[in-house]
């Protein structure tokens, strides 16, 4: 698969679902803002949704095909539950938009398998986030193996 490399624009970035683990995407949107553009985001939590398209000064939507057809994005953040995203990230490979999920990607292993071959066959890349460094019980383990023991 080829994928083509944006380098003359920012990635235009929408996030869905806007709760407490947004908060990291948002920040690291906002970290690497020479490269990224927050276009929208998504919920369908109307008072979150009017909080923070007020905070952040960006498009809001209750409805991603809604958000999709509104805004030209590039890549799609699910922060949403769980059992959303194999929906979600269909929808998004539909639109030929990238999708970056949060953990766990699926509760189903069929809807896992849905997810990626969705996003193979529209040749854009799915990414599961894996964020471990900070977890207590791998921080033990990583100190461990630093120190030999």
């Known amino acids: 698969m080829s994928y083509q490399t944006i380098k003359s624009r920012k990635i235009r970035i929408a996030v869905v679902g806007v709760g407490r683990i947004s908060k990291n995407h948002l920040a690291a949107i906002d970290h690497h803002c020479k490269d990224l553009e927050l276009v929208a985001i998504c919920d369908i939590d109307q008072a979150s949704l009017s909080e923070q398209t007020k905070s952040l000064s960006v498009a809001g939507y209750t409805s991603m095909s809604e958000m999709f057809k509104e ?25 030929q938009v990238h999708v970056v999920t949060e953990k766990p990607m699926a509760t189903r292993w069929h809807d896992g398998v849905n ?22 019980t791998l921080q033990l383990l990583k100190r461990a193996i630093d120190e030999k023991r």
Not at 71 to 95: F, M, Y
Request: net charge neutral; charged share 20%; proline share 4%.
């Open 71 to 95: 805004q030209e994005i590039d890549v799609v953040v699910l922060s949403t539950p769980s059992g959303l995203h194999p929906q979600q990230a269909v929808l998004a490979a539909e639109q």
């Open 115 to 136: 997810m990626v071959r969705a996003c193979d066959e529209a040749s854009v890349r799915l990414f599961v986030v894996k964020q471990n460094r900070r977890n207590s």
